[in-house]
């Protein structure tokens, strides 16, 4: 038998084509149980937090908890298993990712300090964080990886000079405006700038003269033409992505 035999035919590598493979029907199997155990156990996670679900079905969210802790932990190990760089693969996104569906549920068993209610909390939250795993059964999700990696120095260029705005124009504001109107310090204004030029408008600072709310006009109109930004830039990557003739 040949190496190459040898290793088609071990169970290593049997696993490995239905964990990391789609082109079998064992693989595309794997792939839809473990699809919907990621979407069910966000949903529980979400569901753990109204309080009167909490109180009727507590036990039996904990016991569906630790059955999909399981899962999601064979899994892991699985995965480590059959890759041929394991430490590599832990490493990565997605190994990163499957670790931090796992933790939480762990780690509130094991830290000493878990019996606080904030950490608890906070751990039963971070499970939230298993949806990311779904990323991997996007297809397009690698192509749009690679576009913003691709785009990342153009984005850096735009959020400086974003930043630079939002520090100019709240350092205006704070000279224009007194502190009754809400502007009492220059982060503070610089806040308002924030939510101003995201078009957000909380309503809870607001400029009073004449020169601030002009100011404030201007910030808005500029916010909408700043939002499109990186959109296009965006945009022109993922086209050059799946035409690498195009021109952008």
Same mark, same amino acid.
């Given at each position: 038998?040949?190496?190459?035999?040898?290793?088609?035919?071990?169970?290593?590598?049997?696993?490995?084509?239905?964990?990391?493979?789609?082109?079998?029907?064992?693989?595309?199997?794997?792939?839809?149980?473990?699809?919907?155990?990621?979407?069910?156990?966000?949903?529980?996670?979400?569901?753990?937090?109204?309080?009167?679900?909490?109180?009727?079905?507590?036990?039996?969210?904990?016991?569906?908890?630790?059955?999909?802790?399981?899962?999601?932990?064979?899994?892991?190990?699985?995965?480590?298993?059959?890759?041929?760089?394991?430490?590599?693969?832990?490493?990565?996104?997605?190994?990163?990712?499957?670790?931090?569906?796992?933790?939480?549920?762990? %780690?509130?068993? @094991? /830290?000493?300090?878990?019996?606080?209610?904030? &950490?608890?909390? #906070? =751990?039963?939250? $971070?499970?939230?964080?298993?949806?990311?795993?779904?990323?991997?059964?996007?297809?397009?999700?690698?192509?749009?990886?690679?576009?913003?990696?691709?785009?990342?120095?153009?984005? %850096?260029?735009? @959020? /400086?000079?974003?930043?630079?705005?939002?520090? &100019?124009?709240? #350092? =205006?504001?704070? $000279?224009?405006?007194?502190?009754?109107?809400?502007?009492?310090?220059?982060?503070?204004?610089?806040?308002?700038?924030?939510?101003?030029?995201?078009?957000?408008?909380?309503?809870?600072?607001?400029?009073?003269?004449?020169?601030?709310?002009?100011?404030?006009?201007?910030?808005?109109?500029?916010?909408?033409?700043?939002?499109?930004?990186?959109?296009?830039?965006?945009?022109?990557?993922?086209?050059?992505?799946?035409?690498?003739?195009?021109?952008?």
């Amino acid at each position: 038998m040949t190496a190459s035999g040898h290793r088609e035919g071990s169970l290593r590598d049997r696993l490995h084509t239905v964990i990391f493979g789609t082109e079998t029907p064992a693989g595309r199997m794997f792939d839809v149980v473990l699809l919907w155990a990621i979407v069910v156990s966000v949903l529980l996670v979400m569901l753990e937090s109204v309080q009167e679900v909490r109180e009727h079905y507590g036990v039996w969210l904990r016991y569906a908890e630790w059955g999909f802790t399981a899962l999601f932990t064979m899994e892991y190990l699985l995965r480590l298993w059959v890759v041929d760089r394991p430490v590599r693969y832990a490493r990565s996104f997605f190994g990163l990712i499957d670790l931090l569906s796992i933790l939480p549920t762990y %780690l509130a068993i @094991l /830290l000493p300090g878990a019996q606080s209610f904030m &950490v608890i909390r #906070t =751990l039963r939250l $971070l499970r939230v964080f298993r949806v990311l795993k779904l990323v991997r059964y996007i297809s397009e999700a690698g192509m749009l990886g690679r576009a913003l990696a691709a785009s990342r120095r153009k984005i %850096l260029v735009f @959020l /400086l000079a974003v930043i630079s705005l939002v520090i &100019v124009f709240g #350092t =205006l504001m704070y $000279l224009i405006e007194t502190p009754e109107a809400g502007f009492t310090s220059i982060p503070r204004s610089i806040y308002w700038a924030i939510v101003t030029l995201t078009t957000v408008g909380y309503g809870d600072i607001a400029p009073q003269t004449w020169l601030g709310q002009f100011m404030a006009a201007i910030i808005m109109i500029l916010g909408y033409a700043i939002i499109a930004v990186p959109t296009g830039i965006v945009s022109a990557e993922m086209a050059r992505a799946e035409d690498p003739g195009v021109e952008c």
